[in-house]
C-alpha cells in the first residue's frame, strides 16, 4: 500500500478559494472525500472562526471531533510557531490539549521545538519532525536525543521550483543522513510539489498531497478537491516507483 498522508489545509485561508476547507465540518467532509481516494493519514491545520491558523485547546478540540467523526485513520495537526509565535505560549497551549491528536508536526527549525516536541511525546501523542529544507533543522534534529523516539521526519523541500525541487529533495535527504532511523516523509510545496513526490515514489518514501502543498493537478489543471489531489498522487507516484523498478 502506498503511504500517502493528505495534507487538507495548511496556512491557506478563504482567498485561496473555496476548495480550501477552513471550518471543522469542511476539513471532516474533505478528509473523509480523502480517505476513500486512498489516503492514509490525515494532516491538518485547525482554523479559528476567522481563518487563522491555531493551537488553542478549544479550536484543536473541535477540529479533531469532527475528523474522527467521520474518519478511521491517524489524524494530526500543525504546531508551527506561526499559530502561537511566543514558545512559551505555545508549549503552555498545547500542554492545555483537552482532545489528543495522534500525532502533531513540530518544526525543528523553529524555537522551542525541542520542548514542544518532548511535551507531546511525554503526552503519548507522535511527533512529526518538520525539516525544512534551507534552515538549520536538520543538523539540529541530528544531534538531538529526542531524535530517536519520534514517530516520523516530515522531510518538506521548500523549492517551489519544478526544475530544481528534486535536487533539493535530494540535498536535504542527503543532510537528514539516518535521520536516527525514523521513516521518512519527502515532500514539496507548490509547482515542485509533483516533482518531489515523484522522486518519493522512486524512492519508495512515503509522501504527502492536499491543498496545503499544491492547488493544481500535475498538468497544471486547478484541483477541484484533496480527494483528486490524492487520486493522481497515487497515479503519480505508482508510475514513479513502476519506472524506478524496470
Known sequence: MVNVQVCLNGTRAATDGTRVPLTPEAMAEDAARAVAAGAVDVHVHPKTPCGHDSVSPRVVAATLQALRGRVRVPV???TGAWAEPDPAAR???VRGWTVLPDHASVNWHEPGAEELAAALLDAGVGVEAGIWSGTDGAAGFARSPLGPRVLRVLAEVTDP???????GARALLAELGSAHGRPVLLHGTDEGAWPVLRLA???GLATRVGMEDVLVLPDGQPADSNARLVTEA????????DASSR
Open 201 to 203: 515514489g522512486r524512492l
Open 76 to 78: 494530526g495537526v500543525t
Open 161 to 167: 521550483s519544478p526544475v530544481t525541487a528534486e535536487d
Open 91 to 93: 508549549l503552555e497551549r
Open 234 to 241: 497515487l497515479r503519480e507516484y505508482a508510475q514513479a516507483a
